[in-house]
Antibody, heavy 123, light 108 residues
Framework: EVQLVESGGGLVQPGGSLRLSCAAS????????MSWVRQAPGKGLEWVAN????????YYVDSVKGRFTISRDNAKNSLYLQMNSLRAEDTAVYYC????????????????WGQGTLVTVSS | EIVLTQSPGTLSLSPGERATLSCRAS???????LAWYQQKPGQAPRLLIY???SRATGIPDRFSGSGSGTDFTLTISRLEPEDFAVYYC?????????FGGGTKVEIK
């Protein structure tokens, strides 16, 4: 059974940092792109970033470029999101999702999602 | 980036009725790379449809997707009590992938 379990969320002040983790199991983690998707309270879904199987390609939504860094450790079956210079508008539930992209020019849907971790940016 | 507009914002229907949800794209979605997700309160989204019309694993056949280019539709043939939820469309034909604002299907 595919499982994705996020952790690391919490309350942080504006300008602060947080590192999210996603532990994957039930599939060959190193064979898939992975994505982070967020959802602000009461709002819709927004793709944040994704990373290729070997970590050699990473892509971000414009609003987080230069502030967030996605990474992975295939030996630990884990995905990460380092979030710096956090803003109030980054407040959201952050989901990790298995991304069925084949490459940058052939993107894919998200077939499995974790339950999410809440990040609240507030003073 | 491609903007997806979903309508209506809320659909009030009774169990057993047919639901028709619309997703319109600001430009053509290449290769019909359009997916639909269902989300219930406090839960993660669940993939229903990919490639505009293919059902994901384990999805009942009362869910169907259609459309191409800029206009896509999710149809639920007969609403079951567990189908009342929010539905999102997503395009993955061009970067960045984007989602629609959602349609809430509520019990009338």
């Amino acid at each position: 059974e595919v499982q994705l379990v996020e952790s690391g969320g919490g309350l942080v002040q504006p300008g602060g940092s947080l590192r999210l983790s996603c532990a994957a199991s039930g599939f060959t983690f190193s064979s898939y792109w992975m994505s982070w998707v967020r959802q602000a309270p009461g709002k819709g879904l927004e793709w944040v970033a994704n990373i290729k199987q070997d970590g050699s390609e990473k892509y971000y939504v414009d609003s987080v470029k230069g502030r967030f860094t996605i990474s992975r450790d295939n030996a630990k079956n884990s995905l990460y999101l380092q979030m710096n210079s956090l803003r109030a508008e980054d407040t959201a539930v952050y989901y990790c999702a298995r991304d069925l992209s084949i490459d940058y020019g052939d993107l894919g849907e998200f077939d499995y999602w974790g339950q999410g971790t809440l990040v609240t940016v507030s003073s | 980036e491609i903007v997806l507009t979903q309508s209506p914002g809320t659909l009030s229907l009774s169990p057993g009725e047919r639901a028709t949800l619309s997703c319109r794209a600001s430009q053509s979605v290449s290769s019909s790379y359009l997916a639909w997700y269902q989300q219930k309160p406090g839960q993660a989204p669940r993939l229903l449809i990919y490639g505009a019309s293919s059902r994901a694993t384990g999805i009942p056949d009362r869910f169907s997707g259609s459309g191409s280019g800029t206009d896509f539709t999710l149809t639920i043939s007969r609403l079951e009590p567990e189908d009342f939820a929010v539905y999102y469309c997503q395009q993955y034909g061009s970067s960045p992938v984007t989602f629609g604002g959602g349609t809430k299907v509520e019990i009338k």
